[in-house]
């Protein structure tokens, strides 16, 4: 009998795309912090103008961006953790969701050059609602592929959810809030972090009844 040479799509390994999505966010994190020029040949007081100026408004969006990188991952991280298989099309939404977040330096560059101004916030925003887009789509597609472990029940799949659409309404909130050119707008990135921990804490609650 002749041996089938047919891939199974579905029973491609997951480790691989897990090794690669978190080999580019380690880099992705790295290069936020190349904004970070300080320019040589100053004197003390154009230096001290420039640290005030400069420098730390822009430390402000490195640890934004870092915290924002750093969210996307665990979220990420915990997914692919109860994923048990996928397919060709779950790896294209993953590739296509890691190109949107490569993009997060050059977004967060902007706004760090350009703080305050209404196009480098809206541009904030785009990067990371389609980053947000793709990673929810990732997670629906697995969840009704039945990809994702059948231990996690449609009370934790929710929570996972949610995650995710809580921060992409405060990002599209913002796009609107943008054009009113106040500098407290900048801050609204900060509150997708109390989703994160109002989530994680029913997460928990999730895990603790597998």
Known sequence: MKK???IHFTELNVNRIQSLTDAVFAIVITILSLALVVPPGEDEENLKRFMLDQIIPKLF???LGFIVV???????HFNHHHMIKTNIFSIWLNILFL???????FSSGFLANYLYTTISVIIYSLNLIMV???HLAMLIYAWEKRFIDP????????????RIILPTIVY?????LAFLNKSW??????????FQILFGRARKIGNEKL
């Open 99 to 105: 190109m949107f977040v490569c993009l997060i330096p």
């Open 132 to 134: 947000s887009i793709l």
């Open 61 to 63: 969006i490195f640890f």
């Open 185 to 194: 707008v900048v801050y609204l990135f900060l509150a997708p972090l109390f």
């Open 151 to 162: 231990h996690v029940d449609k009370t934790l799949y929710n929570n996972m959810r949610w």
């Open 4 to 6: 089938s040479n047919t």
């Open 70 to 76: 750093g969210a996307f991952w665990v979220d990420t």
């Open 172 to 176: 599209v909130l913002i796009i609107p």
